[in-house]
């Protein structure tokens, strides 16, 4: 408003002044005729204000309100938002790092479970194989007493025979028969 009575003051001076070039022919320069500029301008300026306080600007206003309530509540949704989202974010990684757990629990048991059960077929293998060494051990025994006297019949034999070739007469098969037995027995003691 100060602007607009400095720039009336101004008008009003130049209006009882002589103005440069005004006697040359234009009529706004002209002093006459600036009563009704001023009147003019003064009337079309008024009007523009009214026009614009009355009608436009309450339209921009409003619209600059509605506008900023609008921004208002979409930074309060857009936050209520990203809390919801950290809280499901939370939940997430709550439920990945209990199904880690839950997985490293569950490797962990079965890891036991597979080391108590390799071990226990182990221990059943070692048991077959230890029975079985007995049985092929017993075996062995008897597969030497059998062979033994095996070895001591036709040692006896071939023995018989031999003394019967260098002697050209049959010799008394128990005599031969007790020296062969005496040598397989000391025999199989050194190696018993």
Sequence with gaps: MKKFC???????????VKAFGSEAGMPQ???????????????IFFGLYLIIWKVFLP???????NRKSKIVNDLDESQKLKDKAEKKLEEYNQIIENAKK?????????KKKLDQDIDSKKNKFNKQIEDEIKVIEKEIKILKKSSIEKISSIAEET?????????DSSVNRSSVAAAVNEI?????????
Excluded: C, G, R
């Design 6 to 16: 400095y720039t009336f003051f101004v008008a009003l001076t130049f209006y009882s």
């Design 29 to 43: 320069l002209n002093p006459e005729f600036w009563t009704a500029q001023i009147f003019w301008l003064l009337l």
């Design 59 to 65: 339209k921009i206003t409003f619209t600059v309100e």
């Design 102 to 110: 839950e997985a490293k629990k569950i490797i962990d048991e079965n």
């Design 159 to 167: 023995a018989t025979e031999l003394v019967k070739q260098i002697v």
């Design 184 to 192: 397989t027995k000391k025999k199989t003691e050194k190696y018993s």
